[in-house]
């Protein structure tokens, strides 16, 4: 239903007036102009969409408005700054990309992966990222970006 | 950190003081096409600026579609130049500002347009050499260049740089024969350098087709039958005209709902009520190997030598297999979008193509508009692997943008790239072959079925062989042999082929109780291919035996595009039937190394994207019924499936770069069919090997 959705996008108190079961993906990209956060298959397959609502990866293609009320929600748009994150630093150094088109996704998978494990194994590192598709092949490099950072964190 | 988005400024920026270097990139004399520039000489068609702001600027109508040329290309630069990597900007795939080009397609760049940038660079540089040699009075031999500044060796502080030497200027010059750098002077070349694209892709600037969003933009979604060839005999669109904001257009074939949210029209286009004329469901995915065989074209001949009669006869039996491989899509991530402006009578459509001059002529041609009245933008394209190298999503932008006087962008859902993909054509491969008692091969008759004839010359010493061809990826193939289009997928025809011919040479090899790798070397003498496959095993660490050794190790290799690749690979296959890749070690011959890290990413995606035509991608169909719509009906390869991986670069400098996008994936599928049997016993003839095909073939 029509009503106005209030929550905090990167940092910021963020608010949207429009029927609350639409998609988020939707709201993020075409209602709030945020294009950092990728379409790929509409159904929570692929990953491509994936932003973090308050500590947990989330499909953003699959998760009505509504349900981000009140929420913290990360973009790509809002990690890093004046510095690259240390998760997109490490993408960056390892190339963990190459058509780029699935890597938002995969960075804040990464990220919120790292938030509750700060030093991850390789096997927790596959587990977490397993559903987020690169069809470019890019995996391996994506698993040692997430070992760098994790690394980096730890220093 | 600046983007490689090009403004109008830059544009203008473009026509002011610098040098210009115009040089033809020789690709068009191929296609018989005159080409279309900004600001060049009509007989030129790509060019390379050196602005008196320092930067360089090459424009090129390639693509960045990951596969990394717009960094190879500026390591060249700066290579031949003397200048800074970070000074170079590459500007691609925009159809106002770069010169024609055909596709990014058929690793071709890295072959063809880096020999004649590096050559522009050279130009580019002794012209430089000889204004510094004026401007500092001394002759031009004494002249060094680091990092676009000029100094004179043999007096210390006297130097100027090239953007002054530039300054108020405006030099033009077609490519002259000035040498390129022999390949023991590269100090950039060979390195690996940090993508060009690092900093857009990482912070989520990278601008996408459908990441444009002009003002008053409204999302379209079309509605599409049920079936390839299917007609649609009547629309209701009345309920979804009644919900608000929505807009329908009815053009001939094209009827869409548009809205300014994009999840709004989705929502509108399911109230449409449309009937179309059934379609008969045959073939499907089960019959369609025997339907191609029915409904192939006449076969060519595409290698033929010595007698087969008399090959037969010298041969101690004949062995016979037929080597199967299902329809493949390319399922990039990114769909097929575009986002289409009409402003002042100037269509600009943002689209994700490999072919933006291509798309140019279609969205011209069937948009209604003058050729020079159209302009395509490819910035970035996520993923295309030979999927993108038409736009009718281009094209339907194109239509509903001047049908409603509104910016329209049309991004596919999953189904509908599923559905319009331009598959790898399903393929039916026979081999009879025979050898002597010693295992030397003396007869080999390959038929080969849908795949094409890309490779399909067998690289063996045979005396008596044959290979013919009927159908292909390319078209031409009789109405009704596919239910649907099929096109190019990385390394078109040459996954197919490699599969049946390097798969029948183990055969032949078990049959014969040779070792895989001493039977491969036994009926070989091309120096390359022997190097690639003795480097491999050396490093792989192969241990002959004879197959099946219940190791689960399996070799293959194979030729593209003069590339040559030696595949090795170790699996294990469970009880339900579910091959698991442990390692896979992939040698290559690119010739000169342009960029080792580029190759390496080109390798190791390869690697995965390789699992997946091998172990579980095939589509689903019932006629043009297509019913795989998600990635949970076609399963890409993800991060739990990744093998140790391991890529062994040949060095070969005297040949020139090759380019190293399709090379590596060509030998997976026989590697791994080939450890498969090694693991199992079981030969496995039809690709993919999904774990249902295992486990029924292992029992």
Known sequence: MERTVSFRLNGKAASVSTDDERMLLWVLRSDLRLTGTKFGCGEGLCGACTVVVGREAVRSCVTPLKDVAGKDVLTIEGLGGEHLQPIQQAFHDQHAFQCGYCTPGMILTAYALLQKTPHPTRDQIIAAMDDNLCRCGAHVRIVSAVQQAAQKAGA | MATHELSRRDFARLAGAGLFVFFDT??????????????????????????????????????????????????????????????????????????????????????????????????????????????????????????????????????????????????????????????????????????????????????????????????????????????????????????????????????????????????????????????????????????????????????????????????????????????????????????????????????????PFMVKEQAAREAGFAPDKVRIVSRYVGGGFGGKTEGPQAVEAA????????????????????????????????????????????????????????????????????TTSAGGWMGGNPAGMHPFEVGAWRAPSVNSNTFARESHIDVMAAQGGFDPLEFRLNNLT?????????????????????????????????????????????????????????RVLITLDVGVQLNPDGLRQQAEGAVMMGMGYTLSEQLRFQGGKVLTANFDDYWIPRFSWLPQIEVVLVDNPQMNALGAGEPPIIAMGAALANAVFDATGTRMLELPMTPERVKKAIG
Request: proline share 6%; aromatic share 6%.
């Open chain 2, 26 to 355: 020789g690709l068009e004399a191929q296609e018989g096409r005159i080409p279309r520039r900004v600001a060049a000489p009509s007989d030129f068609n790509a060019f390379l600026r050196i602005g008196d702001d320092g930067r360089v600027q090459c424009l090129v109508g390639k693509v960045e579609l990951g596969q990394g040329a717009m960094t190879s290309l500026a390591e060249v630069l700066a290579e031949e130049l003397d200048v800074a990597f970070d000074s170079v900007d590459v500007v691609m795939g925009d159809t106002d500002l770069c010169p024609y080009d055909m596709g990014t397609f058929g690793s071709m760049t890295t072959p063809f347009l880096v020999p004649v940038v590096r050559k522009a660079g050279a130009e580019a540089r002794a012209v430089l050499l000889s204004l510094a040699a004026e401007r500092l009075n001394v002759p031009a031999e004494r002249l060094r260049v680091h990092n676009g500044v000029v100094t004179d060796s043999a007096a210390a502080g006297s130097s100027v740089t090239y953007a002054r030497l530039v300054e108020g200027k405006r030099i033009e010059k077609h490519l002259a024969n000035i040498p390129v750098k022999p390949v023991s002077e590269f100090q950039v070349i060979g390195h690996s350098p940090h993508r060009k694209d690092a900093m857009d892709k990482v912070t989520g600037k990278a601008r996408y087709a459908a990441d444009q969003l002009p003002d008053g933009l409204l999302h379209a979604r079309v509605l599409r039958p049920p079936a390839h060839g299917a007609k649609c005999l009547s629309a209701d669109t009345s309920s979804a005209e009644k919900l608000p904001g929505v807009r329908v257009v009815k053009d001939g074939d094209l009827v869409a709902v548009l809205h300014a949210r994009p999840d709004v029209a989705a929502a509108a286009l399911e109230k449409v009520r449309a009937e179309f004329d059934p379609q008969p469901a045959l073939p499907d995915d089960k019959t369609i190997f025997d339907h191609l065989l029915k409904t192939a074209p006449q076969p060519r001949v595409v290698a033929q030598s010595g007698d087969l009669a008399e090959g037969e006869r010298l041969s101690g039996g004949v062995i016979e297999r037929t080597y199967l491989h299902a329809y493949g899509a390319h399922a990039p991530i990114e769909t097929h979008s575009a986002t289409a402006v009409v402003e002042d009578g100037k269509l600009t459509v943002w689209a994700s193509t490999q072919a």
């Open chain 2, 526 to 582: 091309d120096a390359r291919m022997r190097r690639v496959l003795e480097t491999a095993a050396k490093r792989f660490g192969w241990k002959p035996a004879k197959a099946p050794s219940r190791r689960g190790v399996g070799v293959a290799c194979g030729t593209y595009s003069n590339a040559c690749n030696a595949t090795m690979a170790e699996v294990r296959v469970h009880q339900d039937g579910r091959v698991e890749v442990k």
């Open chain 2, 399 to 466: 239509r509903l943008a001047k049908i409603t006087g509104r910016p329209v962008q049309v991004v596919w859902s999953r189904q509908e790239e599923f559905f319009y993909d331009h598959f790898r054509p399903a393929a039916v491969l026979k081999i009879r072959s025979g050898m002597t008692a010693a295992g030397k091969i003396t007869l080999w008759d390959a038929r080969i079925v849908g795949a094409g004839d890309r490779e399909a010359r067998p690289f063996y010493d045979i005396p008596h062989q044959r």
